[in-house]
């Protein structure tokens, strides 16, 4: 069976949130029992309970299978982080500013790389009036 979520990611999200199993139960409506056989590998968490889970621990569903969270430290904005995503069916353009998990139309877009500028689109700066 393919792992989708394991309980190693689980458990080290609970921790992380400093949870108990008990607690993470509570907010999923199943019992203390369940979680740790997650934990242990006994089981799996239904498919239904991956919204949840992940709202549990503040990541998205996409982080939460992946294992890998998306830390944001994008204390202020920062143009040099500025990354560009454009989705191949509607053409739909997204900016975002440090680490990100960008969606559309189901797929996961990843950012543009950036072009060199050739001669035409070289950057310059002028003066205006003492500026």
């Known amino acids: 069976m393919n792992q989708y979520v394991t309980g190693t990611i689980i458990k080290e999200l609970r921790e992380k949130n400093k949870m108990t199993q008990l607690q993470l139960a509570e ?7 369940t979680v740790s056989k ?20 503040r990541i998205s569903v996409t982080e939460l299978i992946s294992g890998n969270t998306i830390h944001n ?13 454009v989705c191949p ?8 500013m440090g680490e990100a ?17 050739d001669e035409q689109h070289v950057v310059f700066i002028e003066r205006v009036e003492d500026e």
């Not at 430290?73 to 995503?85: D, G, I, Q, T």
């Not at 069916?89 to 975002?96: L, T």
């Not at 998990?101 to 500028?117: D, F, V």
């Open 73 to 85: 430290a994008n204390v202020s904005a920062n143009m040099l982080r500025s990354k560009f995503y």
């Open 89 to 96: 069916v509607c053409g739909n353009v997204i900016h975002g």
């Open 38 to 57: 997650w934990e242990t590998a006994k089981g799996y968490p239904d498919i239904t309970l991956l919204e949840p889970i992940a709202e549990a621990f």
């Open 27 to 33: 907010k999923l409506g199943v019992s203390d029992k």
């Open 101 to 117: 998990a960008i969606h559309c139309h189901g797929m996961q877009l990843m950012p543009l790389e950036a072009e060199n500028a």
